[in-house]
Structures are given as C-alpha cells and as structure tokens.
C-alpha cells in the first residue's frame, strides 16, 4: 500500500470534503475512462441500492477526465441521482488518504486489474471494501471484502445495502482487511521471495544427489 495511506489528515478532513462536495456519509468508487473500472454500472448499482439502505449518503466519484464526466453527467441526470451523486475529477494525491478514511466503503467491483492497490490503500485507512470477483481481485481480497459478479448491477447492489444496513459487517470488514494488508508489506513480501528460493534451491540440490 501507497505509504502516505498510514496518514490521512483529519484536520484536513472538512476541508477536503467541502472541495469534492461531500456534506454526508459517503462511499467512494475510483472511476476513469477505462470501461474497465465500471464505473457506470456503479452508478446504476447505486440507483439500484434499497433507499433504507442508502439512506441519505452520497457516491463519490474521482478521477474522472472532463470527456468522461461530460459522458456520465448525463446518465446521472436521466436517473434523476444528481443529489447524491458527485463525479469529480483527479483527487489530489493528498487528498486520497482523508477520502478513504472518511468514507462509509470503497466501491471496487472492477472488469479487470493487475493487482488492485486501492483495496489495499483502503484496508490501511480502516475502510471496508466491495470489489470483484475478476482477474486479481479476489486473490488479493482473500476474506476481507465483499466480492461480487462486476458485469451484474443488482449483486453490486445487493453487496452495497448490506454492507451499508450492517454496521457490524463494515466493522467486520475493516478489521480483517487491516489484519490482511499485512500481508501485502514490502518486509512480507522479501520473506516470501526468500522462502520460495531457498525452496528452489532445496528441490535442486535433492535432484543433483538423486542423479
């Protein structure tokens, strides 16, 4: 995880709330122009999301270049979602550590990633995460986040009312997602590197005896 994630400001937090115009508890989806990220299908998860559930948060939305905001602006509009909805561009680097600490959840349900450091970012600011069951994803999510079907909007749906009815989940969540990060350090990763060479180095010195 991005080291200034161990950070977040929250003397910075009412600030950098009012500049991306969230005055409620909020979720968080990193968007983009990259059909893969999903973004409009969150938003039409959101929309979906039993109102109970929702109550009166809001979706953020950031890093969002202006052609694809022009494009989303209007599917927000025609789902009548302009009041708890906010399509933001490029948060400033500073800003991403008070915006994950903040938020109620990370929406991830990606089509596709590598690897998937937001979900991990998350976890270091104590927040639950919503990701997919594509590529990566899972295998980094291990049982710390809820995993959904990303093509299918009301299973994102159905992930986002009950993590957001169930206070206990969300706690749940962000406690296994803390205990897993660990995982995912640079000082674990080296442990893991080593282990597997001294694994290697073992097979090969039983096959030179063997032969």
């Not at 991403?96 to 938020?103: D, F, Q, R």
């Not at 998937?116 to 927040?127: E, K």
Request: positive net charge; contains cysteine; proline residues 6%.
């Amino acid at each position: 995880p991005d080291s200034s994630m161990l950070s977040p400001r929250p003397d910075r937090q009412v600030e950098t709330l009012r500049r991306h115009n969230i005055t409620r508890r909020y979720v968080l989806h990193f968007g983009a122009a990259d059909p893969r990220k999903n973004t409009q299908r969150v938003i039409e998860a959101w929309v979906a999301t039993a109102g109970s559930s929702r109550g009166d948060r809001q979706l953020l939305i950031v890093g969002l270049d202006p052609a694809t905001t022009a494009r989303l602006l209007p599917v927000v509009e025609a789902l009548r979602v302009q009041s708890s909805v906010e399509l933001r561009g490029f948060a400033a680097e500073a800003d991403v550590p008070t915006l994950l600490a903040g938020a109620d959840a990370l929406l991830y349900p990606s089509l596709a990633e590598g690897f998937g450091l937001p979900i991990l970012d998350a976890w270091v600011c104590g927040t639950p995460v919503i990701t997919s069951v594509s590529t990566s994803l899972p295998e980094v999510a291990g049982d710390a986040a809820l995993l959904v079907e990303p093509e299918n909007t009301a299973a994102i749906a159905r992930a986002l009312s009950n993590l957001l009815r169930d206070g206990t989940l969300r706690q749940e969540l962000a406690s296994r997602g803390t205990k897993r990060v660990q995982e995912f350090t640079w000082q674990a990763s080296a442990q893991r590197f080593v282990a597997a060479l001294e694994r290697a180095a073992q097979r090969g010195a039983g096959r030179a005896k063997a032969a």
